[in-house]
């Protein structure tokens, strides 16, 4: 059974951060692609960033360097530090992967007050 739990979220003012966690199981988290999504309030769910089995790591322009994803393979964990957060950034934010189809986490909620 795969399942994706992330962790992390909650209330930070601006100019802030917070480190979201992503931990994995049911899956070889080693080969697997990952990602964070988000989505505001009636907006459509985006991708933030993804880091591939290789490392490779991909930022939407919006949190290009405020942002780092990473993972730790020993521990079937994906992290998402996040710096100068901003109001903009708030929403919920889901940890994604594909493995035999679209998996999500259950989402946390990131909030951030001006």
Not at 3 to 20: D, H, K, P
Not at 60 to 65: A, F, I, L, N, Y
Not at 87 to 109: K, L
């Amino acid at each position: 059974q795969v399942r994706l739990v992330e962790s992390g979220g909650g209330l930070v003012q601006a100019g802030g951060s917070l480190r979201l966690s992503c931990a994995a199981s049911g899956i070889n988290f080693k080969i697997a692609p990952m990602g964070w999504y988000r989505q505001a309030p009636g907006k459509q769910r985006e991708l933030v960033a993804s880091i591939a089995a290789s490392g490779r790591t991909n930022y939407t322009e919006d949190v290009k360097g405020r942002f780092t994803i990473s993972r730790d393979n020993a521990w079937n964990t994906m992290y998402l530090q996040m710096g100068s957060l901003a109001p903009e950034d708030t929403a919920v934010y889901y940890c994604n992967t594909y493995w035999r189809g679209e998996r999500w986490g259950q989402g946390t909620q990131v909030i951030v007050s001006s």
